[in-house]
């Protein structure tokens, strides 16, 4: 089993940039894809960002494309998301997974979950 933590996160005003962190327990982090997703109230959650196992690969949502970079350190156990041009619309609880094997863009492939922080972006 796989735990979670994340830090980071809270309020910004638009245009401006924040990191979330997410540290992993398990000692064989490299075999695990790692991705981010978000839910706004009322919403249904989404994929924002995923990461191979290695970081040699990272896939992004069109709606943070150019501005969210994710990144890991397999050394550190840790999975990074920087965002950076916030908009109102980045608004929402983001949630750090990972899952053995490929990545994906898909929630439901993801077995293991951070406990999620919140992200506001308001003037």
């Known amino acids: 089993q796989m735990h979670l933590e994340q830090s980071g996160g809270g309020l910004v005003q638009p245009g401006g940039s924040l990191t979330l962190s997410c540290a992993a327990s398990?000692?064989?982090?490299?075999?695990?894809?790692m991705a981010w997703f978000r839910q706004a109230p009322g919403k249904e959650r989404e994929f924002v960002a995923s990461?191979?196992?290695?970081?040699?690969?990272?896939y992004y949502s069109d709606s943070v494309k150019g501005r969210f970079t994710i990144g890991r350190d397999n050394g550190a156990n840790t999975v990074s998301l920087q965002m950076n041009m916030l908009k109102p619309e980045d608004t929402a609880k983001y949630y750090c997974?990972?899952?053995?094997?490929?990545?994906?863009?898909?929630?439901?492939?993801?077995?293991?979950w951070g406990q999620g922080t919140q992200v506001t972006v308001s003037s």
């Open positions: 398990e000692a064989t982090f490299s075999d695990y894809a």
């Open positions: 990461i191979t196992k290695w970081g040699l690969y990272t």
């Open positions: 997974a990972g899952k053995r094997g490929s990545t994906s863009g898909s929630d439901s492939h993801y077995d293991y």
